[in-house]
């Protein structure tokens, strides 16, 4: 029975003509995926099985790219123990599929002050050995499922940043409504599920970092940040402030009573009201007269 790291170099193989070559773990070999002269595929196995690929060429093309220059499922990538089940790709269930071979249990839509979706945020069933549990797309009506699994655009640039629920933030400003800032799309959709509530949060949270550019978004804004209770929710809270400290009406940041983050919080038994107030870099001072 041949290992996932077999397969992907013999297929490799078969659609260049060139042998891949370096160590037992990992290899050089043409990418598929564009005119590739200069071997500039990196073909890796990790101790557990799973194959790791990486474009080093001008193009960079993604792993879905290759893969699908292989005519190869992204599970392919995966030891059949590793993956949750062993069906075959399921590139026709575009509502479930992900990149990773993993079931999609979440979804996340970022819009413009339109409501045009620019990208989403997909996170899959099963995250750890290898993969990461989440994937980003933005769309694509070329493609068969109707989406590109890159933020990058053609010409090498990024699909443009905006907070999490960008049109219910703006309206919540607008009616002088407080906005909850979280880290992560999660805790943003438990705190909207609430009566009144606006949430959003930036794509990749604390590990992303928090644009500079979306201080464009909260003039006026009265804002209640719930920092992780951790030294990166510490920081990522701070950089928000320093970042809003200019143009918001004010700031507070606070922290779960019960648990790490306001998930946690709130599957406790927790409220919206009930956050444990840890800062007040720019209190509310009421309408100016």
């Known amino acids: 029975m041949s290992t996932p790291f077999s397969l992907v170099l013999q297929t490799l193989y078969e659609k260049t003509g060139y042998a891949p070559r370096g160590s037992a773990t990992n290899k050089n070999a043409r990418c598929p995926a564009h005119d590739d002269r200069d071997p500039s595929l990196s073909v890796g196995v990790k101790p557990d099985g799973v194959v790791v690929l990486n474009c080093h060429g001008g193009p960079k093309c993604p792993t879905e790219d290759v893969m699908a220059a292989l005519e190869l499922p992204m599970t392919a990538l995966w030891p059949a123990e590793l993956q949750k089940t062993n069906r075959p790709d399921r590139r026709d269930n575009n509502d479930r599929w992900m990149p990773c071979g993993h079931d999609k249990v979440a979804e996340y839509l970022y819009q413009d002050e339109q409501g045009t979706v620019l990208y989403g945020v997909a996170r899959c069933a099963l995250k750890g050995n290898g993969c990461k549990g989440f994937r980003q797309w ?52 438990n705190l909207r599920a609430r009566p009144g509530i606006t949430a959003t949060t930036n794509q990749g949270g604390a590990g992303m970092g928090w644009p500079e550019d979306f201080a464009q978004y909260f003039g006026g804004a009265d804002v209640s940040i719930i920092a992780d209770r951790d030294e990166t929710g510490r920081k990522h809270a701070q950089a928000i402030v320093e970042n809003l400290m200019p143009v918001a009406r004010s700031i507070y940041v606070c922290q779960a009573a019960h648990g790490k983050d306001a998930s946690d919080h709130l599957a406790a038994g927790g409220t919206t009201g009930d956050f444990v107030e840890v800062w007040a870099p720019k209190p509310y001072e009421g309408a100016a007269g």
């Open 138 to 189: 933005r769309p694509n009506p070329a493609s068969k499922s109707g989406r590109r699994w890159s933020l990058t655009l053609d010409d090498g640039s990024k699909v443009r940043s905006v907070p999490y629920r960008l049109p219910e933030v703006l309206a919540a400003i607008q009616d002088e409504r407080v906005v909850m800032i979280c880290e992560g799309e999660k805790d943003a959709e």
